[in-house]
């Protein structure tokens, strides 16, 4: 699960790469756009709520929304509509309910989250985006690895054998290919990202005053 968010984050880093910082506090206003859809500052803590809930964390009240808050948010609503689009995740209504009901647990004491004032259509709909787009972006994501051959491996190994020390080749061969799906993966994610960047016309709307 930390390695799913943690690859959620990058990517939402790559989806509005040389976006400006957002100046704040962010009131309840619009902070951008992804497949035609408006998204809010409350939509975006909202969001930020959610995961924490998800995630099992301890609440984090905060005041002033990040760039990276509201970009993790715009890829959510792009990577949702991506798997919409090819009918790739389903999430049943029971499962639906059940997940609504359990989030609701982690809720219903949150004081950040009552003050949003959500109403259950508001709830139900960003738990289902949030779900679908986290299990569809899983399974792109282990998708994306890619194979990596053992001459890969043998050349990567040739050319940066001053840091292998006097190390066999066996025994770096491993290390050496996942360091190398890794390295693969996240090219393929700039690539996909980028595609639903444009696919999506996602936008950040919340800019800096540029400096005289």
């Known amino acids: 699960m ?17 976006t400006p910082q957002p100046k704040g ?9 992804a497949a035609f859809q408006v998204v809010t500052s409350r939509e975006v803590k909202a969001s930020n709520i959610l995961n924490q809930v998800f995630k099992n964390k301890t609440p984090e009240n905060y005041q002033e929304l990040s760039e ?3 970009n993790q948010t715009l890829f959510e609503v792009a990577i949702y509509r991506e798997s919409q689009s090819l009918s790739a995740v389903k999430l049943s209504d029971e499962e639906l309910k059940s ?17 949003l004032e959500a109403s259950d259509f508001e709830l139900k709909s960003w738990i ?12 792109k994501m ?27 080749f066996e025994s770096q061969k491993e290390s050496i290919r996942v360091f190398l799906q890794k390295q693969n ?16 016309q996602v936008k950040n709307d919340v800019v800096t005053e540029k400096a005289p």
């Open 99 to 115: 997940l609504v009901q359990e989030t609701l647990v982690g809720l219903r004491k949150r004081s950040d989250w009552i003050q």
């Open 68 to 70: 990276n808050d509201i």
């Open 185 to 200: 993966q996240k090219l393929r994610i700039q690539e996909w990202v980028g595609a639903l960047k444009v696919k999506y």
């Open 2 to 18: 930390k390695q799913l968010f943690f690859l959620w984050m990058m990517a939402s880093q790559i989806l509005v790469a040389n």
């Open 142 to 168: 282990n998708s994306l690895i890619g194979i990596v051959t053992e001459d890969e491996i043998q050349q990567y190994f040739e050319k940066n054998r001053a840091k292998f020390g006097s190390t066999s």
């Open 128 to 139: 289902e985006r949030k779900k679908i787009a986290m299990t569809y972006f899983d399974l």
């Open 25 to 33: 506090p962010v009131l309840s206003q619009t902070v951008g756009t």
